[in-house]
């Protein structure tokens, strides 16, 4: 296969990942949706026919549920942000610069540094120490269900401090749902630090112009 055509065949499949991670969503109702359909049929049934044990047991498995789905998200909108920057790092080819857009959001040395948290956040561009702070976000609809999984670890916690008497048991479930919301909300900064390393070392690569890939062709 010619060079140009492994090229074309790569630079459709980069545009067609980004497409694929907003079908993820299917994967993120069936997360929440048997889980908070769960919760709920517990609350009901307890103290009568569940234990306090089992409610409990179960409270914290399903905020571990919804840590491991906020880190999910979080994931995905690391895949995606580095998909977006490989996307803008093609597109400067010489074959494909006049289709290239000039100020690529995500692209290593762009006007949009998309690792802060100051870029999604307008509040924390107050406080330079704070937007400048490593932040990875995921996209559009990701970032919904991400929010969703932070807002149900919370609720669930809240819920159960709501309605069962205070006691060990509910203070172990508020530890967990505290360390569970703190750790979602690690998550992105997690991915923001590499996200801008990965930055950091595109942005500090020598630039090579056609002739210099000719020769590294060549030999």
């Known amino acids: 296969m010619a060079e140009t055509d492994l090229r074309a065949t790569g630079h459709r499949l980069f545009l067609e990942a980004p497409r694929h991670r907003e079908q993820e969503v299917l994967r993120y109702l069936a997360i929440l949706g048997p889980a908070l359909g769960g919760f709920v049929w517990l609350a009901m049934k307890y103290p009568k026919d569940v234990t306090a044990v089992t409610f409990h047991v179960a409270a914290i498995a399903l905020q571990g549920l919804m840590l491991l789905g906020a880190w999910y998200g979080a994931a995905l909108g690391y895949n995606y942000r580095c998909i977006t920057m490989l996307l803008s790092k093609e597109e400067k080819s010489p074959d494909l610069a006049d289709a290239a857009l000039e100020a690529w959001a995500d692209a290593p040395g762009g006007s949009g540094d998309r690792t802060t948290l100051g870029h ?67 998550a992105p900064w997690h991915f923001g630090k590499k996200l801008r390393s990965v930055r950091e070392k595109e942005a500090s690569k020598p630039a090579t112009g056609p002739e210099e890939n000719n020769h590294e062709r060549r030999s």
């Open 120 to 186: 999604y956040f307008r509040w924390a561009r107050r406080w330079p120490w704070l937007s400048n702070r490593p932040w990875c976000f995921p996209p559009e609809l990701v970032a919904v269900f991400w929010w969703a999984f932070l807002i149900c670890t919370a609720f669930l916690t809240l819920a159960t401090v709501a309605i069962c008497d205070w006691g060990w048991p509910v203070g172990l479930t508020v530890i967990c749902g505290a360390g569970a919301f703190v750790l979602s909300l690690v």
